[in-house]
């Protein structure tokens, strides 16, 4: 698949090394491209990013990353748009920052992803054996469904948590993730544990 990261930060980075590493076709977008490396992956504008993604990632902090989705609007219609931006310590009150970005592309598809645990943990999320749940939200099930399709190729068990307004859930959970580390450091992840069913 191809996929346009836009953003450049650990999280953006932790993506695409994940993503290329597992098989797609990752190009990164940056405001100043030429002042950004990351390995063996290619770094473009913004806009060029947005436009040769099949799927785009927005891995921009919580108070641009709205404007920015704006800005490339004609770039992400009918695109799966993953959100995995969170703001702290806390919310601004007027709705999820996924929400926040789905007004403000209402052409593209949105689901929150990736964001209840630490970059360091992103291209590589088993944690004493274990893969760490990778909880989603979003309203169209298609681009759902691209985004499990993603957290399963970097070794996410995928957990849809329901549609987009789930996304406050989920921006919630990342800060009780950051509280944790303060605590537990970083090599922790979230699992949803679940009984089999029997026959």
């Known amino acids: 698949?191809?996929?346009?990261?836009?953003?450049?930060?650990?999280?953006?980075?932790?993506?695409?090394?994940?993503?290329?590493?597992?098989?797609?076709?990752?190009?990164?977008?940056?405001?100043?491209?030429?002042?950004?490396?990351?390995?063996?992956?290619?770094v473009v504008a913004q806009q060029a990013a947005a436009e040769r993604g099949e799927?785009?990632?927005?891995?921009?902090?919580?108070?641009?990353?709205?404007?920015v989705a704006a800005d490339l609007g004609d770039a992400l219609a009918g695109k799966p748009v993953l959100d995995p931006t969170n703001e702290y310590p806390t919310a601004s009150g007027d709705g999820s920052v996924a929400e926040r970005v789905a007004a403000a592309v209402p052409d593209a598809h949105v689901v929150k992803a990736f964001n209840t645990i630490g970059a360091n943990l992103m291209a590589d999320p088993v944690v004493d054996g274990d893969p760490a749940s990778m909880f989603l939200a979003?309203?169209?099930?298609?681009?759902?469904?691209?985004?499990?399709?993603?957290?399963?190729?970097?070794?996410?068990?995928?957990?849809?948590?329901?549609?987009?307004?789930?996304?406050?859930?989920?921006?919630?959970?990342?800060?009780?993730?950051?509280?944790?580390?303060?605590?537990?450091g970083r090599d922790i992840a979230f699992r949803l544990l679940r009984e089999e069913a029997t026959s």
């Open 1 to 42: 698949m191809d996929v346009g990261i836009i953003g450049t930060g650990n999280v953006g980075g932790a993506l695409a090394n994940g993503l290329a590493a597992a098989g797609h076709d990752v190009v990164v977008g940056s405001r100043d491209p030429d002042s950004h490396h990351i390995e063996d992956t290619e």
């Open 55 to 67: 799927v785009v990632v927005l891995a921009l902090p919580a108070d641009v990353v709205s404007d």
């Open 138 to 184: 979003g309203d169209d099930g298609d681009a759902v469904g691209v985004a499990e399709s993603l957290a399963s190729d970097l070794g996410f068990e995928p957990v849809v948590a329901g549609d987009l307004s789930a996304a406050t859930h989920l921006e919630h959970l990342a800060r009780f993730w950051i509280d944790l580390t303060q605590d537990h």
